[in-house]
């Protein structure tokens, strides 16, 4: 059981988020700290019933804490908590899943806008001055949306998202998911993960949307990129070792697809000596996709919400993982 609120305390460990100003705002009555480095978490972590936190963990922290009741993931992903260890410790937690669906969907479709109608090559022009001339190579000219297939890997909160922004550009929508009568509705069609291997040979662009887990973890191969159009494009804003990379870049540099529209990589920040920084047919962004203004009070409702329940000596949390 937690404490009772008056003698609560939360720690918010982001590097940059400012979780705990948002939240001292709302004059809850409980009490917390912000934390902004690993030195300082593993310093303070003792002192906390609550730990929002997500790219500062790591499973360490379990030992210099006795207090620790429940762990409140900032982020959608929870694959860098040991579960078996926090059940054992009668720790909970809960992820931050669809906290950010709107802002991720929006931002892989302006990925596939980007790739699509060259706007890379077009700001690289600017950046030199240079007024490109008409272009009498077909294949090389910019590209409309209207007819193409888009294959959503994950048709969940964030892939339904997306799938819905794609028909409004008139694509064609095939989504993938562990349960297709969940996704009934969403996409043209909607077929198990399982037959990922039959459906890449028709897209025009592959969107990954689905968690990082064991399934998922290097979903996208070499052997996936081979059954991928030499025009089609690979957009991935979900996690980057849902692709093997060097099996990735391989592809890209032979040019066996058309380019990548990449927000996250296998690790983060990308090495400088990646080749992906120097590719013209590949766009990065610094895992901001789910970057909003109003992404620190949405954290916080969840966290409220899950607080709430656990006073009410409820088994169920929202979004719950452990």
């Avoid at 620190?296 to 009410?312: A, G, Q, T, Y």
């Amino acid at each position: 059981m937690l404490p009772s609120r008056d003698k609560l305390s939360i720690c918010f460990a982001h590097v940059a988020y400012r979780l705990h100003e948002r939240f001292s705002t709302l004059d809850t009555g409980i009490g917390g700290f912000a934390v902004r480095d690993p030195a300082t978490l593993a310093e303070r972590v003792g002192e906390a019933d609550v730990l929002v936190i997500s790219g500062l963990w790591h499973n360490g922290l379990l030992d210099r804490t006795d207090r620790l009741r429940f762990v409140q993931s900032i982020g959608a992903g929870t694959d860098q908590f040991p579960r078996d260890e926090l059940v054992k410790r009668g720790i909970r937690l809960a992820s931050a899943r669809g906290v950010n669906a709107r802002a991720v969907a929006e931002h892989a479709m302006a990925l596939i806008l980007a790739l699509s109608r060259r706007l890379p090559e077009a700001r690289d022009n600017q950046a030199k001055r240079a007024w490109r001339g008409m272009i009498g190579d077909l294949a090389e000219r910019e590209d409309d949306l209207g007819g193409k297939t888009l294959l959503v890997v994950g048709l969940g909160d964030i892939g339904g998202r997306l799938a819905r922004l794609a028909k409004a550009f008139d694509m064609r929508v095939v989504g993938l998911r562990r349960d297709p009568a969940a996704g009934r509705g969403l996409a043209d069609a909607v077929h198990p993960m399982r037959e990922l291997d039959n459906l890449l040979f028709e897209a025009d662009f592959v969107a990954l949307t689905c968690p990082l887990t064991r399934e998922t973890e290097n979903l996208i191969d070499s052997e996936g990129l081979g059954q991928m159009k030499r025009s089609g494009f690979l957009i991935n804003v979900a996690r980057g070792r849902v692709v093997d990379e060097e099996a990735l870049v391989e592809a890209l540099a032979a040019r066996r697809i058309a380019g990548a529209g990449l927000d996250v990589t296998a690790e983060e920040p990308l090495a400088p000596n990646s080749p992906l920084w120097s590719m013209p047919h590949v766009l990065i962004t610094p895992h901001t996709a789910g970057e909003t203004r109003h992404y620190e009070d949405n954290v916080i409702e969840i966290l409220r919400d899950n607080l709430d329940r656990l006073w009410r000596g409820e088994q169920e949390l929202r979004n719950q993982v452990v």
